[in-house]
Every structure is written in C-alpha cells, then in structure tokens.
C-alpha cells in the first residue's frame, strides 16, 4: 500500500509557541491530504482539507489563522499550530488517497502527539 | 451534517466472531468504509462499500445496505492481534466523516 510519513512523531512545545507537523506521501503524489484531529479514545475529527497548489478548506469551528496549513508540494502538506495553547494537545494525523484510489480508501501518517505544557 | 452510531465496546475470545453494526445519517454517501486503529497508531483502511452487499476480504467481511443507512463489519477466528478500535467512516463527496469507534478486546 501507499506510505504516508509524519514528522515529527511527537513534540512538547511551551504555551504560546507554533509547532509544525509535516505530512509526506512517500511513493505516490496527493493533491489532496486531510488533516484529523484525535483525543484520547475519540473519534478522528477532520479539520481541514489541504489543496496542493491552493488554499486549504476547512471544517466548521476550526480556526484558520490557528491552524494554518500549507501544501506547497504534491507530497507535502504541513500543519502549523500557532500559539499553541494546553487545550490544542492532541494526536494530529493527517490522511491522502492515492491518486488511483477511491477516496474511500485513505492512507494515514502514523500521527503526531502534541504536548503544550 | 454527517451522524454515525456504532457500539462503543465489544469483547470477544479468540477464534469467535464478533460483528460491529453501525448506522449513518448523511446527506451525501458515496460509500462506508471500515478503519482499524490500534491504541497509539495509525487509522489503517480495511474495506468499504459503495453497493449494496457484502464484501470479503480474508477473515475480514463488509456489508452494506443503503436502503436501510445500515452496515456492518465482520471479523472472524478472531486474533488477539485483533484487539483494536474499529472504526466505520462515511464518504460524503470527498471527505470522510467517522463514527465514534468500537473497542474490541479478545479474550484467551
């Protein structure tokens, strides 16, 4: 199958720094990456949706000047979290299909834990 | 808006089978599709349907019945390699929207 990369893995950042996750699809181009937020033992909450070459789309209540996502690349998407606050910690993952695949079907980064203290 | 119900928990001892339903309410489908997580992991795609009918893939099975917004995962000879979340996730044009996950524990 397709390979979705993260980076990094995990990260503990100070109250009112902005953190970067970077999603990469290693074998396969993705115009389209989503973005998903999880708390623990919760459900997967799309936050937005990336465009490579165009402005994300974003899912209602999510705020755009906090979250700001770039896909500058058709194997890049990245996620800032900008002054991040103790209530923005949780497991970001980020999701693409592939371009021959049903968008039924997605390939997903093995997640980023963030830890504001 | 998207909505999906499906058990919180089940647990099971291994070699059994174990079925997970889940019901949606969406505006858009263009499918259900089903999702494996274990604790600390990636989400990993294990089957959908777009029509109605069951799908097998392994000791993995799907089915889907659009007319009643209902379908279901089947997981048999349950392992204990099984024990995960399993989530069911709905397609409404290009996203997918999930339902709240289904705990299953095998049992020795």
């Known amino acids: 199958g397709a390979v979705v990369s993260q980076h990094p893995s995990r990260v503990i950042c100070k109250s009112g720094t902005s953190v970067k996750i970077e999603c990469r699809s290693l074998?396969?181009?993705?115009?389209?990456m989503f973005w998903y937020r999880q708390f623990p033992k919760q459900s997967l909450m799309l936050m937005a949706t990336?465009?490579?070459?165009?402005?994300?789309?974003?899912e209602q209540g999510v705020e755009k000047d906090k979250f700001l996502i770039n896909h500058a690349s058709l194997t890049l998407s990245t996620l800032t979290v900008t002054s991040a606050h103790p209530e923005d910690s949780s497991f970001y993952i980020c999701?693409?299909?592939?371009?021959?695949?049903?968008?039924?079907?997605?390939?997903f980064g093995p997640g980023t834990r963030l830890t504001v203290l | 808006g998207q909505s999906l119900e499906q058990p919180s928990e089940v647990t099971a001892v291994e070699g059994a089978i174990v079925q997970i339903n889940c019901t949606y309410q969406?505006?858009?489908?263009?499918?259900l599709s089903w999702y494996q997580q274990h604790d600390g992991g990636a989400p990993t795609f294990l089957s959908y349907?777009?029509?109605?009918g069951l799908e097998e893939t392994g000791r993995f099975s799907s089915f889907l019945s659009r007319s009643d917004s209902y379908g279901y995962l089947l997981l048999q000879e349950l392992q204990m390699k099984d024990s995960a979340s399993y989530f069911c996730?709905?397609?409404?044009?290009?996203?997918?929207?999930f339902g709240a996950g289904t705990t299953v524990t095998v049992r020795a």
């Open positions: 969406t505006s858009g489908f263009y499918g």
């Open positions: 074998d396969f181009q993705a115009t389209t």
């Open positions: 349907n777009a029509l109605d």
């Open positions: 999701s693409a299909p592939t371009g021959t695949s049903d968008y039924n079907e997605q390939f």
């Open positions: 990336s465009n490579e070459g165009s402005k994300a789309t974003y």
């Open positions: 996730a709905v397609r409404d044009d290009y996203k997918l929207s």
